[in-house]
């Protein structure tokens, strides 16, 4: 899917694929966005763990971020959320990068259910 892919439609096909949806929220201005980045996403266990996730990154200034945002209730960034196949969004954290460790067990309970 394109980067402007709206969020319901990723929602759809992460339903589609009996998938959750794991959605990060950034921006190019923030730095510890680019550290989430740089040192949470690539570790080994948060990338063993995105296995079967439907995992997806909007920029909060793009039409599809910035609406993808609001349906999710982000009010800064950077901030990690579910969405559950209703559309009901499940945070993880918002203003500070999770730790690899809150980001695993975060994902490995979104697989849960």
């Not at 589609?16 to 949470?40: M, N, R, T």
């Not at 690539?42 to 909060?60: E, K, P, S």
Request: charged fraction near 20%; glycine fraction near 6%.
């Amino acid at each position: 899917m394109s980067p402007g892919t709206t969020l319901m439609a990723r929602l759809a096909a992460a339903n589609s694929a009996h998938q959750p949806l794991i959605v990060e929220f950034g921006a190019s201005w923030c730095k510890p966005c680019h550290d989430f980045a740089e040192y949470v996403l690539v570790d080994a266990r948060v990338q063993a763990a995105l296995r079967d996730i439907a995992f997806v990154q909007y920029d909060i200034e793009t039409s599809s971020g910035a609406d993808a945002a609001k349906r999710c209730n982000v009010t800064s960034v950077p901030a990690v959320s579910g969405v559950a196949p209703d559309g009901t969004p499940r945070p993880l954290k918002m203003g500070s990068e999770p730790t690899v460790e809150e980001l695993v067990t975060f994902l490995q309970q979104a697989k849960m259910r």
